[in-house]
């Protein structure tokens, strides 16, 4: 009989939940609050001094609480579960918009509103990358697994199997792969859905009579109702997802302590009872296995240089462009000025030409990110082992940054301007999507690989539960330790399998640093250097993430030769 080809473990219902609600507004508010800000500033508390660094000190104390929130969040899925995380997080950001537009001055209230949004959008954000493993799910077959995961195409049914397997359920290996490309095409999706429908809001409600503060407060509402709904989607779309059926905030305050183990169906068969971590120590086991997994390392990395991108592209392209103008005199005949990043503020009244010029640039850019993305995520699926479309992702990202960088002049018309930048914010969108996507793959299938049994040192193990309680059923004697070691190997395996939450958290934790490492630094180099300076960090980070890929190419392809001639 033929083996069924599943794309996913999850329902469609739980996937189309994933794609279409989790995914894309976790952008969607992030992109609504950021781009509405301003307004609330100015029309809503009424400063209309100083208000670029307002907004810059609210995104950075943002962007720093995020920093500390994401793992722990991802630790929190861990125990309660992604479902549970999904729908408090979705709450928390409704309950943020509207204490938001209640604030009557900056600091305390602005800020305190701010921080409540960064502990609701982590959450989600984080989410999305611990919710992609648990919708793939991992096949049941862990040696076909890890053979699949070392080769450069999927599973196909004319692949040889052993004949106990050959009934068994077989999940398509680069699944995790296609469906990332999706996850990246959604987010995007997520950011037009932000610009085409939350942000004309304000001006709607002020054609229909209302005091542009009374605008800018219903927007808020009427987005914060939209976050309530996603949350009800999540509540009930996301329920029983695969591995995620214990789980409940009923083991948030867990006690460390395993259930009494169950009797064995035959001797050497371990129990199902796991020694849960704590806290603190399933973030550190999440960490260290970025050391002991190149999949996860890579995965890691390609985060931080993600993040990075996208601050990349929004942030300094308009400033980079705004410079331009400034300094040619081109803001409306006004003489050269000198700008600084700390003055960023609103380039669209400050410089209407700049900020026409920075929305084409950065309109294509994420044009063709938008389109690239499902392209990456088939070509991830084709090139497991060498991880070939995120070097050229971080190809074009070193090209792209260094090239723009290098520009006299961003425009693409006029006597000195030409349409070769606008393949420069090709290669730059590229870039940045190539990254998320493939990031998100390689992550996802080094988390399936532990689960299919990828054997890890068992003393970082040991060392985590030496404080755990023992059990009878551990003290064995000597003359049963061999028999029992294997099944203390794959329970460790299931230990290391239960922390997908943690690792999607340190996941955004890496990019979180990657988003202030560009913010501060970038904007000092640009401030003191030149304005190209946060462009050839982006294109140092990409060399980063070039070289770290070829590294864990190198790896894949010394283990497989080895594998091949081992008796």
């Known amino acids: 009989m033929a083996s069924q080809r599943t ?94 537009v209640q604030a009557k001055n900056i600091y305390p209230q602005l800020l305190l509103g701010r921080l409540l949004f960064s502990v609701g959008g982590s959450a989600v954000s984080t989410m999305v990358t611990a919710v992609l493993p648990v919708v793939t799910g991992s096949t049941s077959r862990p040696q076909e697994y890890q053979r699949s995961l070392s080769s450069d195409s999927t599973l196909t049914s004319d692949q040889p199997t052993s004949p106990d397997a050959a009934n068994e359920p077989r999940t398509v290996t680069g699944s995790s792969s296609r469906l990332a490309g999706f996850v990246g ?102 960490v260290s296995l970025g050391f002991q997994n190149q999949e996860i390392l890579l995965g890691y990395v390609g985060g931080f240089v993600a993040r990075a991108s996208s601050v990349g592209i929004s942030l300094f392209i308009p400033l980079f462009a705004n410079h331009y103008y400034r300094a040619a005199g081109l803001c409306n005949n006004d003489p050269p000025k000198e700008i600084f990043a700390s003055d960023m503020g609103d380039i669209k009244k400050s410089c209407s030409e700049a900020y026409i010029l920075a929305s084409i640039l950065t309109g294509v850019s994420q044009l063709v990110a938008l389109l690239a993305a499902p392209l990456f995520g088939f070509l991830s699926e084709k090139s497991r082992r060498y991880h070939l479309p995120l070097l050229v992702s971080a190809l074009s990202g070193i090209v792209g940054y260094l090239a723009f960088a290098l520009v006299p002049n961003p425009q693409f018309k006029g006597p000195d301007g030409s349409v070769g930048v606008f393949i420069l914010m090709a290669l730059i969108g590229i870039s940045q999507i190539g990254a998320i996507v493939c990031s998100l793959a390689v992550l996802s299938n080094g988390i399936l690989k532990i689960s299919a049994g990828e054997k890890f040192p068992r003393a970082h193990y040991e060392q985590d539960r030496g404080e755990q309680p023992l059990y009878e059923a551990d003290r064995v004697s000597n003359e049963d330790q061999p028999l029992l070691e294997g099944s203390g190997n794959q329970n460790v395996q299931q230990q290391y399998s239960q922390l997908k939450g943690s690792i999607a958290g340190v996941y955004s934790l890496y990019g979180g640093a990657g988003i202030l490492l560009l913010t501060k630094l970038g904007g000092y180099l640009f401030d003191t250097l030149n304005s190209g300076s946060p462009f050839y960090l982006m294109a140092a980070f990409n060399v980063i993430l070039f070289v770290t890929g070829i590294i864990c190419g190198l790896v894949n392809k010394a283990r497989s030769t080895q594998a091949q001639v081992a008796p």
């Open 185 to 286: 095409a959604c987010a995007g999706c997520g950011a037009l859905v932000s610009l085409a429908l939350f942000l004309p809001l304000p001006e709607r409600f002020q054609k229909s009579g209302l005091s542009p503060a009374e605008a800018i407060r219903s927007s808020y509402y009427v987005v914060a109702v939209v976050a309530v709904s996603v949350s009800i989607c999540c509540l009930f779309g996301l329920r029983n997802l695969p591995g995620e059926e214990r789980k409940g905030w009923k083991s948030f305050l867990s006690t460390f302590r395993r259930q009494a183990p169950e009797p064995r169906q035959s001797q050497g068969c371990q129990d199902d009872g796991l020694y849960p971590l704590s806290y603190w120590r399933q973030l550190r086991t999440a």
């Open 7 to 100: 794309l996913f473990t999850a329902s469609r219902l739980q996937t189309l939940t994933y794609l279409l609600a989790v995914c894309p507004f976790s952008i969607a508010f992030l992109v609504f609050i950021n781009s509405s800000i301003s307004f609330v500033v100015t029309d809503l508390i009424g400063l209309h001094d100083g208000e670029g660094d307002v907004v810059g000190t609210l995104g950075f104390a943002d962007e720093l609480l995020a920093l500390a929130a994401c793992p722990i969040w991802g630790a929190l899925s861990d125990r309660v579960g992604v479902r549970h995380v999904c729908v408090a997080g979705y709450a928390i950001v409704a309950i943020s918009l509207v204490v938001f």
